[in-house]
């Protein structure tokens, strides 16, 4: 039963990802499924009746009543510190959903994929690179990762393995601080990145560009610059600055 659409959702585990972040995974039931890309506003209320509500993107896709949230904390923020230290199993959210129609990724949709995450921008991107993976697509997605440090990377392990023989084509780039035998550049996504790690324009690629609003709007400038037609070009700003 939802009442204005939000549906009770019982946090069934939780994993730690990095220092910082933390999976999420929620049994909602009656949950309808979603695509790949969509995601879900969180509504927490506290014994007084305060409520807060966040916007989490989906690291699941199909049917099932079991999703996946990966929540990064801001310091000082209202609710990812919350959710990231101090929700337990058994606890109840709330959720609304599935949401947004257009960043999103379908099974025989559209190829080549070009997937570009920053930070906890790789949410949404993880479920298409589960979708693509089980459509037998995996070989037409490229993604390219930028994350401070090794360390900081969620879904570390789960992209390494997606990129075997058949696999997604992954790059990582570095803000901070690179793995001791990196031979890249360490610094902010820059056009040669780009140039490199991007399907290139004459594949006519679909690309995903997700993460905080500064990384988001960087990226798709240069990738506009680049010679991308800013119509192949799909963006979620997750915030910030
Ligand atoms: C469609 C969508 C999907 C999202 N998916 C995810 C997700 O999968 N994982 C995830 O961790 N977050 C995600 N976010 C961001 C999330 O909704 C919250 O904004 C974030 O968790 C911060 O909330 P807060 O209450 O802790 O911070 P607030 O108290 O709201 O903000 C505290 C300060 O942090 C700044 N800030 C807010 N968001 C960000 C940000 N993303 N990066 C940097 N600074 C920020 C604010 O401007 C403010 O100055 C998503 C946002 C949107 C719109």
New binding site residues.
Partial sequence: MTVGGWRPARVAETVPATASARILRLEVPGWPGNDAGQ?VDVRLTAEDGYQAV????LGTYGAGERIE????E?P??????YLVRDVLPGDELEVKGPLGGYFVWRAGGEEPVQLIAGG?GI?PLVAMVRAATDASAAASVRLLYSVRSPENAIYREEVENAAGPGGVRVDWTYTRTAPPDWRGRVGRVDDDTLREAVWEPARNPIVYVCG?TGFVEHVADALVRLGYPPTRIRT??????
């Fill in positions: 995601h966040r916007s989490y993107s949230l990966a929540v990064d801001i000082d923020g209202e609710v990812s510190p906890s949410v905080p979620e700003r997750f915030g910030g600055a």
